[in-house]
């Protein structure tokens, strides 16, 4: 996995733009991947699935795009809302095929109204 | 209905203390897994439980030990606590052991170590 400083990568917009976010995952063998969000204080959010034998899944307003080839994932945020502000995070199932999830760099999103 | 729920919310041990953190899981999953997420990192997987048995260990010292009751609850315990086990103890919950499942996880424990 990658190693994390205090200071996470911050994405600023406005209220009704659209939002990437991007995470690079490091096992090419992992099949599940899962964006979650994260508010402070609170715990990781579910946000939207996807299984390495798709490329593109589309949620209510979020979509995930995943290329196997370079191992990377974004998250699509349409119409950016102020409640979408938090940090997000991309995981990964691990290879033991048991409910291990190993976290991204989490990304933290700032929308201003 | 109720969603994953952690107790206590916040608690506050000293150096070489032990705690005991509590999961409850969502009703019917049966696959409950303890993260820590220090400030500012995301959550590292600490166990995972299913059917009462360990399914995993990820790479945390012989300190950190749990188990999961016949109701699917489970305990995190921390023995001989440091300075650096200060963090968000984070459970999740899933309907089967796959990784191919989503996983639900509660508010957390914030453990302050001093």
């Known amino acids: 996995g990658e190693s994390v400083g205090l200071h996470l990568p911050t994405l600023s917009v406005q209220e009704g733009d659209n939002s990437i976010i991007n995470c690079a995952y490091s096992?090419?063998?992992?099949?599940?991947f899962i964006w979650y969000k994260q508010e402070s204080g609170k715990g990781p959010q579910f946000i939207i699935d996807?299984?390495?034998?798709?490329d593109k899944r589309q949620g209510q307003r979020v979509t995930v795009l995943l290329n196997k080839t370079v191992k990377h994932l974004s998250l699509q945020i349409a119409a950016t809302q102020p409640g979408d502000s938090a940090v997000y995070f991309c995981?990964?199932?691990?290879?033991?095929?048991?409910?291990?999830?190993?976290f991204g760099k989490g990304t933290m999103l700032l929308v201003s109204p | 209905d109720a969603g994953v729920t952690q107790s206590p919310t916040h608690l506050i041990k000293t150096r070489g203390q032990q705690v005991t953190l509590r999961c409850s899981p969502i009703?019917?999953?049966?696959?409950v897994s303890w993260y820590q997420q220090v400030l500012g990192q995301g959550p590292q997987f600490i166990f995972q439980?299913?059917?009462?048995?360990?399914?995993g260990r990820g790479n945390f010292p012989d300190r950190f030990s749990a188990r999961q009751f016949p109701n699917y609850s489970s305990e995190l315990n921390v023995n001989a606590l440091l300075l650096g086990d200060s963090a968000l103890y984070l459970c999740?919950?899933?309907?089967?052991?796959?990784?191919?499942?989503?996983?639900?996880f509660g508010q957390g424990t914030r453990l302050t170590v001093v």
């Open positions: 996807i299984r390495s034998n798709m």
């Open positions: 096992n090419s063998a992992s099949d599940y």
């Open positions: 995981a990964e199932n691990g290879e033991s095929g048991y409910s291990t999830l190993t």
């Open positions: 999740a919950s899933s309907l089967t052991k796959g990784g191919n499942t989503e996983a639900f």
């Open positions: 009703s019917g999953h049966k696959s």
């Open positions: 439980y299913y059917e009462k048995e360990e399914r």
